[in-house]
């Protein structure tokens, strides 16, 4: 099983950012799939998680600015981040609970300029 996120990169304060995550190698649809974004020196964190069934649940610093989704019929999870700020310049990475185990992407920057 293989996710592969895209999207990341450099914006300025209060733009905006869509992430993508697929999953692949599976005949296994994804149960939960979600963001995690880790700043050096910091640890890993929440950003998003949502059920198949489209239950969202958010980390306090991004709720009413970030949105995740995804498409069940493609494996697919999304992140819609606006609002930016500095603080959320980090490396985001997917996750997705898939048979029973977890799987990470490889992860995908984001830069927030002032």
């Known amino acids: 099983v293989q996710l592969q996120a895209s999207g990341g990169g450099l914006v300025q304060v209060g733009g905006s950012l869509r992430l993508t995550c697929g999953s692949f190698?599976?005949?296994?649809?994804?149960?939960?799939m979600g963001w995690y974004r880790q700043a050096p020196g910091k640890q890993r964190e929440l950003v998003a998680r949502?059920?198949?069934?489209?239950?969202?649940n958010y980390g306090d610093s991004v709720k009413g600015r970030f949105t995740v989704s995804r498409d069940n019929a493609k494996n697919t999870v999304y992140l819609q981040m606006n609002t930016l700020k500095p603080e959320d310049t980090s490396v985001y990475y997917c996750?997705?609970?898939?048979?029973?185990?977890?799987?990470w992407g490889q992860g995908t920057q984001v830069t927030v300029s002032s």
């Open positions: 190698g599976t005949i296994f649809s994804p149960n939960d």
């Open positions: 949502i059920t198949h069934g489209g239950r969202t």
């Open positions: 996750n997705a609970e898939i048979d029973y185990r977890s799987y």
